[in-house]
């Protein structure tokens, strides 16, 4: 489809911060938020203020004011693009976080899913300050998680710390929550030298938001796609990259990989998740009507991403809190249930639920969490309350037996 080959684009121009005009405040200063929302933002002429829970953070940005993004890629391989105009502020310290909402124009967020309930208690505090101090021009809040729907989810959280009719009438007027898509590969990283505030990346970047959700004009981020399609997007990256990225590192990690790109060389773990996205894939060119040889070509390049080896991203972050990956609409189970509904193959899907199920990492409380349900309740009763599929259920038989033969010594 037209829409979908117009954006194909990998890698736009290199980012380099322009002098600010406007203003905008970035929750979460971690790999997504430096390496890609914060710089692009900065590139548009945003000073961008960086609110986070990280003291060492916080200090370096407000002492440097600026800060290296190290391209890790064949193309670009080395190059540094240099963010200016940043700085920080604790976001544990209420009123700089509400002073900083009443000066900014957009606030964007990379902190996790699991910490926008707690963001919200915050921004709503600094909407009713917006409205107190009689701010008229509009606000666009956009939540930038692998989370379908996360600024959908951040505005009712918000309107739920607002109790006056005043405070919902110009949350309601005055403030936008496009949802969006944001796709680029931040690793874990340390070059050594520089200290906390240095970011390495892929050259890969997308960022594709929601337009008619936007309030006040249109906003002009060079590397900001709007569209009018989000879903086909969202489903496009989540049920393509997230989805084979997982089944990659929980395979891996089965295996003793400590990488992504470690894993997928093992020519076992590369077909079960080549297999895996082009399942998805079949499903969803059905369901929003892609061509099937170029979404072919979009997992080419998406499995190349993965094999990038100037990247080293450890299987624990891309397989961490295996709970919400396993949820029902995420990247593991929302495929399968696509694929059903099509009357489509999913049996490599359905390794990658099993693989997921079987992720023992005691430093992630979600995976902690995981096996001592299995240890407890049984592996059929844990996928029928986590995942959906009920107990006397093909889906259901199917994923324990695959948990079980990944058990097994040759499970591969
Ligand atoms: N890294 C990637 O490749 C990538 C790519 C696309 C999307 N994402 C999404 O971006 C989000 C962030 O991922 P990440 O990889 O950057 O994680 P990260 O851990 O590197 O960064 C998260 C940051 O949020 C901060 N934080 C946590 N709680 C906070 C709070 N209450 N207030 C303010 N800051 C808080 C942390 O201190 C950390 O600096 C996730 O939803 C992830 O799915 C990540
Ligand atoms: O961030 P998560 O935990 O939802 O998923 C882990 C990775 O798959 C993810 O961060 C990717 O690197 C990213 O989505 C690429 O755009």
């Not at 921004?123 to 959908?152: D, F, M, Q, Y």
């Not at 337009?211 to 590397?223: F, H, Q, R, W």
């Not at 107990?391 to 199917?398: M, P």
Request: proline share 4%; aromatic share 6%.
């Amino acid at each position: 489809m037209d829409f979908l080959l117009k954006h194909l684009r990998f890698g736009l121009y290199p980012f380099t911060s322009q002098s600010p005009g406007k203003k905008a405040l970035h929750f979460g200063a971690g790999s997504i938020g430096r390496g890609f929302i914060g710089a692009l933002l900065s590139s548009a002429g945003y000073e961008v203020v960086f609110a986070d829970v990280s003291k060492p953070i916080i200090e370096a940005l407000n002492k440097e004011r600026s800060y290296n993004i190290h391209i890790l890629d064949l193309e670009r391989n080395g190059e540094i693009d240099r963010i200016n105009h940043v700085s920080g502020i604790l976001s544990t310290n209420d009123a700089d976080v509400i002073k900083a909402i009443t000066e900014v124009s957009i606030i964007t967020t990379a902190v996790g899913p699991g910490v926008l309930t707690e963001l919200a208690i915050k921004i709503s505090a600094g909407i009713k300050a917006r409205r107190a101090a009689g701010i008229t021009s509009e606000l666009n809040i956009i939540a930038c998680e692998n989370l379908p729907g996360a600024s959908s989810l951040l505005h009712e959280e918000i309107l739920k710390n607002l109790t006056s009719d005043e405070d919902k009438a110009y949350l309601d007027a005055k403030v936008g929550f496009p949802n969006c898509t944001v796709d680029r590969i931040v690793p874990p990283f340390t070059d050594g030298q520089e200290g906390v505030l240095a970011v390495g990346v892929e050259n890969f970047h997308e960022w594709i938001v929601e337009k008619s959700a936007i309030k006040g004009p249109k906003l002009d981020i060079p590397g900001m796609t709007l569209t009018d399609n989000l879903t086909a997007y969202i489903e496009r990256k989540l049920f393509t990259l997230n989805t084979g990225h997982a089944i990659c590192a929980y395979l891996g990690f089965l295996k003793g990989y400590a990488t992504v790109d470690e894993s997928l060389s093992d020519r076992r773990i590369e077909e079960i998740v080549r297999n895996a996205m082009l399942e998805s894939g079949a499903a969803l060119c059905k369901k929003h009507g892609f061509d099937e040889k170029e979404h072919e070509k979009y997992i080419d390049k998406i499995q190349s991403r993965f094999r990038n080896p100037y990247i080293k991203d450890d299987v624990v972050r891309v397989g961490r809190e295996p709970i919400r990956k396993l949820s029902p609409d995420d990247r593991l189970v929302g495929p399968v249930k696509m694929a059903e509904e099509f009357g489509l193959r999913y049996d490599n899907l359905l390794k990658g639920i099993a693989a997921a199920l079987r992720y023992e990492n005691p430093e992630d409380r979600q995976s902690e969490e995981l096996n001592s349900r299995i240890k407890e309740e049984g592996v059929g009763k844990v996928v029928a309350e986590i995942i959906g599929f009920a107990e006397d259920t093909h889906e259901n038989r199917e994923i324990v037996s695959s948990y079980e033969h990944l058990g097994m010594k040759e499970r591969l």
